[in-house]
């Protein structure tokens, strides 16, 4: 697919900062993707232009609605100098479910990696190189119809903007803090917790304050309706090891399907350790962790890969997970899926997809 690219004439003129200052999606590139969508021509007038801002009539349907879905995923320095991707198949696929589920078109697969590809390889000035450092990639789409009716959008808008990023956690990859929360809820079953879209995240952000203020990294979201069964940990699955077993929460419906989820669960697998997918309570972590029948947890997402978890805040108690230090089984997880995408590992998943 060919894409018309109209570059910026400042493009590589801004310093880039060095990796080692970089936050998390803090700075952009100097392009974007765009295109455009309605159900008389269908998807078109696919571009890359410079960054810039958006303009949108104040009643369109995003605004009000929430008719929007996104999707994150990183390109990475490899270690033979190429530029590599990590599995993107699987975030079309979950893009895919989610404008189902939003009720909108479905992007079709060649522009979607056809725009990731050519901004990449535009914007590559961006791309650090340290250890841990990426270029992260925010696929959106959004509904830009004028209207005030509660209704679909006639029309959509699909963007590609690209952020170098370090480190998600300013930890890195020591244990984090987590606070539980059983008085507010993420989602629901029957809901759309289980797509990507921004109306799961809005509503967190109130609870997330609170833990920050309590000296928290993140919040684990329980079940909506007895408030007793694990579901997520901030925007990451999680994952407890308990007695010689993985265990994981079910995907209920409320819970996102992570590919980083997916990724440890097939890696775990082929090390002959048990990886169970069922539900799991609260009043079970806490017990397990002052057994020692848990001895690590930790959370996974595109952002942050393996974050391990130290201590876990529920009623009032802080209660320790393991040793309170980084498990053996996280520290290997991030070894081997980092070692993956940045080509430092063999890739016998044929989940690397080189650009460049």
Known sequence: MEIPITKSPTAGQRPRPADADLGFGKILTDHMFLANYSSAQGWHNSRIEPYHNLTLDPVAIVLHYNQQVFEGLKAYHMADGGIGLFRPDKNLERMDRSTQRMVMPQIARDIFMSAIKELVLLDRYWLPTSDGTSIYIRPTMIATEAALGVQPSDTYLFFVVLSPVGPYYKEGFSPTRIYVSDEYIRAARGGVGNAKTSGNYGPTLYVSEVAKKKGYTQVLWLDAVEREYVEEVGTSNVFFVIGDELVTPSLSGSILSGVTRDSVIQVVRSWDMNVVERRISITEVAEGCKDGTISE????????????????????????????????????????????????????????????
Do not use: C, H, N
Request: glycine letters at 16%; aromatic letters at 10%.
């Open 297 to 356: 947890a930790f959370a996974t997402g595109t952002a942050a890969v393996v974050s391990p978890i130290g201590e876990i805040g529920y009623k009032g108690e802080d209660i320790t997970v393991g040793t309170g230090e980084t498990g053996p089984l996280a520290r290997r997880l991030f070894d081997e899926l980092t070692g993956i995408q940045y080509g430092r590992k063999d890739d016998p998943f044929g989940w690397s997809v080189r650009i460049a």
